[in-house]
Antibody
Framework: EVQLVESGGGLVQPGGSLRLSCAAS????????MHWVRQAPGKGLVWVSRISSDGSDTKYADSVKGRFTISRDNAKNTLYLQLNSLRAEDTAVYYC?????????WGQGTLVTVSS | DIVMSQSPDSLAVSLGERATINCKSSQSVLYSSNNKNCLAWYQQKPGQPPKVLIYWASTRESGVPDRFSGSGSGTDFTLTISSLQAEDVAVYYC?????????FGGGTKVEIK
């Protein structure tokens, strides 16, 4: 069974940093490209970032480019998202997702709240 | 970016009746390598993550009741709930995974009439 478990969210002040993690199991993590998607309170789903299976290729939404960094450790089956220079509008639940032969898998999400 | 336009924004249906949600993409999401459409449907209830209902536009996820079905190809897609149950009250989203950025429809809120 595919499992994606996010962690690392919390309350942070504007301008602060957080590192999110996503522990993967039940599929060949090293063979799959991975994504982060976020959802602000009461709003829709928005793609944030993507990383290739070997970590060599990354893409970001314009809203987070230069502030967020996606990475992965295939030996640990773990995906990361480093969030720097956080703003109030970054407040959201952050989900990691993957498409295994076109079949989506999602984690339960981790809440990031940016507030003073 | 591929824009996903979902309609209606909200829908009230009587128990046991059919609910139909439409999703239109600004360009084709048909993946030529396997002739499948890179389109997924999700159900989301308050406080929960999105639940996968349908992928490849019409493949039902394991464990999803067969009253949920997906259809369409190219740029026009439909999610149908054939006989609405009380537990189907939720927000439904379509998503394309043909190109980066992944993009989502704005959501359709389904309620009981």
């Amino acid at each position: 069974e595919v499992q994606l478990v996010e962690s690392g969210g919390g309350l942070v002040q504007p301008g602060g940093s957080l590192r999110l993690s996503c522990a993967a199991s039940g599929f060949t993590f090293s063979g799959n490209w991975m994504h982060w998607v976020r959802q602000a309170p009461g709003k829709g789903l928005v793609w944030v970032s993507r990383i290739s299976s070997d970590g060599s290729d990354t893409k970001y939404a314009d809203s987070v480019k230069g502030r967020f960094t996606i990475s992965r450790d295939n030996a640990k089956n773990t995906l990361y998202l480093q969030l720097n220079s956080l703003r109030a509008e970054d407040t959201a639940v952050y989900y990691c997702t993957a498409f295994m032969a076109g079949r989506p898998g999602w984690g339960q999400g981790t809440l990031v709240t940016v507030s003073s | 970016d591929i824009v996903m336009s979902q309609s209606p924004d909200s829908l009230a249906v009587s128990l046991g009746e059919r609910a139909t949600i439409n999703c239109k993409s600004s360009q084709s999401v048909l993946y030529s390598s396997n002739n499948k459409n890179c389109l997924a449907w999700y159900q989301q209830k308050p406080g929960q993550p999105p639940k996968v209902l349908i992928y490849w536009a019409s493949t039902r996820e394991s464990g999803v009741p067969d009253r949920f079905s997906g259809s369409g190809s190219g740029t026009d897609f439909t999610l149908t709930i054939s006989s609405l149950q009380a537990e189907d009250v939720a927000v439904y989203y379509c998503q394309q995974y043909y190109a980066i950025p992944l993009t989502f429809g704005g959501g359709t809120k389904v309620e009981i009439k």
